[in-house]
DNA sequence: CCGTTGACGGCGA
DNA sequence: ATCGCCGCCAACG
């Protein structure tokens, strides 16, 4: 698997890695929830490190993670991927309230309550 | 083996 | 509400 390192090793950010890739599209999560799913509790910022080494055209869809306050989180570093994440998001029919934040009532993701369904 | 590097979140003033 | 502070850490050279 394409996960899994010539050693057999899953490596921690691969962990993290496969939880965002169970984001629905249309959906969103926050680091804390990927954290926490990812069997790595209050380490909301470990999955942040991990999402910065992730390049663009990843099959890991980056994307749909924003931080707890239902934002993009900015940074001059993302050299523009920040501004992307937005366009992507809507593309995928999420709106942004004019403060620039989404709701997570609406979009966030719920594992837990039925993975797939219309 | 270090030193550096960064997409967070919660809590207190 | 809105700041600042701080815990926390894998990957890379």
Redesign the pocket.
């Known amino acids: 698997m394409w996960f899994i390192g010539v050693d057999g090793t899953m490596?921690?950010?691969?962990v993290i890695y496969n939880v965002v890739r169970r984001i629905p599209y249309g959906q969103v999560a926050?680091?804390?929830q990927i954290a926490d799913l990812a069997g790595m509790y209050?380490?909301?910022?470990?999955?942040?490190?991990a999402?910065?080494?992730?390049v663009v055209d990843s099959d890991v869809p980056?994307h749909r993670?924003v931080?707890?306050?239902g934002r993009v989180?900015e940074?001059?570093?993302?050299n523009g991927?920040?501004a992307l994440?937005r366009v992507l998001l809507e593309a995928e029919g999420i709106q942004f309230r004019a403060d620039g934040t989404l709701s997570l009532r609406e979009y966030l993701w719920r594992p837990d309550v039925l993975e797939n369904n219309p």
């Not at 209050?42 to 490190?49: D, E, F, I, P, S």
């Not at 999402?51 to 992730?54: A, Q, T």
């Not at 940074?75 to 993302?78: E, K, M, W």
């Open positions: 490596r921690t950010y691969d926050t680091y804390g209050g380490k909301a910022r470990l999955v942040g490190y999402l910065y080494r992730v980056w993670v931080n707890a306050q989180s940074s001059p570093f993302r991927s920040d994440q």
